[in-house]
């Protein structure tokens, strides 16, 4: 198979690519390099996902596992006229040391371990007045009713003096 390859990713000129980036890129097996299998004919491009998976090690700083521990698993839920958020806070007596702040658009949990604080972004605005909030079956749930965007304006009496 001398013949010319329409694919463009073997007409590509590599060491400059590589030079570029400052690292060699693996290749999966070409044409005519002796492998003969259902890989080469059919452009197997299995390579690729173990391949990025190390840049993707390499490049990306670790975070460290403690700071992920001062975090809770949280859900959010978008219905037709309300957000609900779920906290997932299985020791209850942590539950009670926690703050629980809220404005249009955020939820922020404070008094975590170590004096962090953990903030859970909302997918609309909601009226932070209207929330409700119950711990329970260590589950902290919030109730929050969105902001209508038929009338955004609000009329402000305005005292004389």
């Keep these: ?17 590589e030079q570029f980036f400052g690292g060699k890129m693996p290749f999966p097996p070409q044409p005519g390099s002796g492998d003969t299998g259902p ?3 059919a452009g197997d491009l299995s390579w690729v996902d173990g391949y990025i998976k190390d840049v993707l090690k390499k ?9 992920l521990n001062h975090h809770f ?14 906290v997932h806070i299985p020791d209850r007596a942590q539950a009670r040391k926690i703050r629980v702040l809220l404005n249009t658009d955020q939820l922020r949990l404070e008094g975590l371990p170590d004096d962090k604080t953990q903030t859970i972004g909302l ?12 711990y329970k079956n260590g589950i902290l ?3 929050m009713r969105k902001q209508t965007t ?7 009496d305005v005292r004389f003096t």
């Design 1 to 17: 198979m001398s013949g010319s390859n329409p694919n463009p990713y073997f007409d590509m000129n590599w060491k400059q690519f």
């Design 39 to 41: 890989a080469a004919a």
């Design 59 to 67: 490049t990306i700083p670790q975070m460290e596992v403690q700071t």
């Design 73 to 86: 698993h949280s859900e959010v839920f978008d219905t037709h006229n309300n957000v609900i958020v779920k």
């Design 123 to 134: 997918p609309g605005f909601i009226v932070p007045s209207s929330c409700k909030a119950v």
């Design 141 to 143: 749930q919030l109730h």
């Design 150 to 156: 038929e009338n955004p304006f609000y009329e402000i």
